[in-house]
């Protein structure tokens, strides 16, 4: 058990005066129980501050009373780098610390900072409800009540240059130990938006971010399992970059992950899994061809989704997906979609070059 990590989990969907999410409670959850999971971060539930509305607050809420709100945030924040100072100071080894911040929701790049979670609260006119990354980064490694920060942040990043980025209210001067080493991941470029997988049961809704970052972290089939079994930093990186690439290549604006790294090592994020080869798999689908797909197999913990889009006489539309050997199952969802070629089952063996047409 990793006993010196602390979390706090951002997610918002409902938000009153501006428009409304579907996935990014739901994303929050899942990050969760990635961290709590003995195989993934290996996090106290005790530790793990999980910030987000009820049902009932969200059915009930206007803009005035609408939460989480900043408050929240901050008090999650404030209460977890109390708590790891004192386990310092009783003994606790400072190096074996470390703090995880997800951020969930519609989001913008204010003036002075890169991104910015909105909270529940903000408005056109109240822009300024927001968790900016690089401020509240900026503080963590100079006060350094943690060694290790990592952020994620699932959110679009448009710009609002007449916003200004405001840093947390924490006042602590306390000159850093030692070198903090730093991650942030962004869902997309500076500037851009970020997309949601809609699906008809909100409950499925999905941000393709937060699905290739839970996907990654879990050893994705082994595809982002080093050879020493460990799920880091910079094998992450990559994974998420290309499938968040892939999914959102159909839209307008294609979603760019965008990563912040300043560390001496890698960070560590799971060990002990079994690293098995994956090869990238192309899946071409039949021209003309629209809708969303399941992919299916033994080993993978759910399914993953993608939206094709394949214009008619194009030639359809390919995914590339990392897949280890052994057998899967692509199901259109709707059941009106045609048939695929051999049921959509196809085996993935050791080797390169996979193609699979359906």
């Known amino acids: 058990m990793n006993d010196l990590h602390y979390a706090v989990v951002v997610g918002i969907n409902r938000y009153p005066a501006i428009s409304d999410l579907r996935g990014a409670r739901g994303d929050a959850g899942r990050f969760r129980d990635w961290l709590v999971d003995p195989t993934g971060g290996n996090v106290p539930a005790t530790n793990i501050a999980l910030v987000t509305a009820t049902e009932r607050d969200e059915r009930e809420a206007d803009v005035m009373t609408a939460v989480p709100t900043r408050e929240n945030v901050n008090r999650a924040l404030y209460l977890a780098h109390r708590a790891v100072r004192r386990a310092v100071d009783e003994g606790g080894n400072w190096a074996d610390t470390r703090l995880y911040l997800f951020l969930a929701g519609h989001g913008i790049a204010p003036f002075g900072g890169d991104a910015a979670l909105l909270m529940a609260n903000a408005a056109i006119d109240l822009l300024g409800n927001h968790i900016a990354v690089r401020p509240y980064l900026s503080w963590y490694e100079s006060a350094s009540p943690f060694h290790e920060i990592v952020f994620f942040a699932d959110c679009c990043r448009t710009r609002f240059g007449g916003v200004a980025a405001f840093g947390p209210p924490f006042t602590d001067t306390i000159e850093a130990p030692d070198k903090v080493e730093c991650l942030a991941g962004y869902a997309t470029s500076l500037g851009d938006p970020a997309y949601e997988q809609q699906a008809p049961d909100p409950n499925r809704s999905r941000g393709h971010f937060t699905s290739a970052l839970i996907e990654g972290l879990r050893g994705a089939g082994g595809g982002t399992v080093t050879s020493e079994g460990k799920v880091t930093s910079d094998s992450l990186i990559d994974y998420v970059r290309r499938h968040v690439r892939d999914r959102t290549s159909q839209q307008l604006v294609p979603q760019e992950a965008r990563f912040l790294r300043e560390t001496s090592t890698p960070i560590v994020f799971a060990e002990g899994l079994q690293g098995i080869g994956s090869y990238p798999v192309t899946l071409r689908f039949p021209a003309g061809f629209r809708g969303w797909v399941e992919l299916r197999g033994r ?56 193609g699979v047409q359906f």
Request: aromatic residues 8%.
């Open 299 to 354: 080993d993978m913990s759910e399914p993953r989704r993608l939206y094709v889009d394949g214009a008619a006489g194009a030639g359809g539309a390919d995914h590339v997906e990392p897949l280890v050997p052994g057998l899967y199952k692509v199901v259109p969802e709707s059941p009106a979609a045609p048939d695929f070629r051999d049921g959509g089952f196809f085996e993935v063996v050791s080797g390169g070059g996979h």
